[in-house]
């Protein structure tokens, strides 16, 4: 039983967000692994709201890519000019790497990365379920997770579907009608570079014992 506990939590600390990926390829068993998962995953009334599309073909991966770059690029000079990232970049103190970074964010380039991987998964949920936001979101962890067992790498993006003018244009491409809200996609691929884990706030400063500000851990 301490196996799989120790297999457990292997998994979840070794998931990364994998932005570069070798040329090697997904096989069908391991993307039927990671689909199966997602199938698995549970749904508010166990409705099931998702679907997925499976994209190889390369000009259709670019054309992901291509809008990723514009969603994210919008996206985060949006945060910027409305200061929701000023407080990020003031902890940047080399001028250089900050210059870059805000290069890399607001051009968007941050999430142009997807047709470097083998495949990418588009996720849609029925606009009619009411819980479509939390079910797609468990589906998509589910795969996260196979695909950290299965010792290849993925990041999830809502770059290419974050504004709705970029939703239409991708739903309009891919043939999905309007009983769907694209949700996100998922790059999946072989890592060519697994990045360091990305810090995670302490426990205490994110469970509160019975009532919210109220410390859980100091009372043990
Ligand atoms: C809802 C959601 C949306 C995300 N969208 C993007 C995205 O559009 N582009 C991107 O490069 N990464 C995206 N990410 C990945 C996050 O940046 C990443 O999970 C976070 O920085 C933590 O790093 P880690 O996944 O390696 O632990 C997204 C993650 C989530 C959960």
Request: no cysteine; hydrophobic share 30%; net charge negative.
């Given at each position: 039983m301490d196996d799989i506990k120790d297999v457990f939590m292997q998994v979840i600390n070794d998931r990364r967000s994998i932005r570069n990926y070798t040329d090697e390829k997904v096989s069908d068993e391991d993307l039927n692994m990671i689909l199966e998962s997602a199938r698995q995953a549970p749904s508010g009334e166990n409705a099931q709201p998702w679907r997925f599309i499976v994209v190889r073909d390369k000009k259709n991966k670019k054309f992901l890519s291509d809008l990723s770059r514009r969603g994210s690029g919008r996206r985060f000079t949006g945060e910027f000019l409305s200061k929701q990232m000023h407080a990020r970049f003031e902890k940047l103190k080399d001028q250089a790497k900050k210059e870059a970074a805000f290069k890399k964010l607001t051009s968007g380039d941050v999430s142009?990365?997807?047709?470097?991987?083998d495949v990418i998964v588009i996720i849609l949920g029925k606009?009619?379920?009411?819980d479509t936001p939390f079910d797609t979101s468990a589906a998509i962890e589910n795969m996260l997770l196979a695909v950290t067992a299965l010792g290849l790498g993925a990041c999830w993006l809502v770059a290419p579907c974050i504004d709705v003018r970029d939703e239409k244009v991708l739903n309009e491409y891919f043939g999905i009608?309007?009983?769907?809200?694209?949700v996100s996609i998922i790059a999946i691929g072989q890592p060519s570079r697994v990045p360091k884990a990305r810090p995670r706030l302490p426990l205490d400063e994110l469970v509160f014992g019975e009532k919210l500000g109220q410390p859980y851990f100091e009372q043990k």
């Open positions: 142009a990365f997807v047709n470097e991987s606009k009619e379920v009411w009608t309007d009983e769907y809200k694209t």
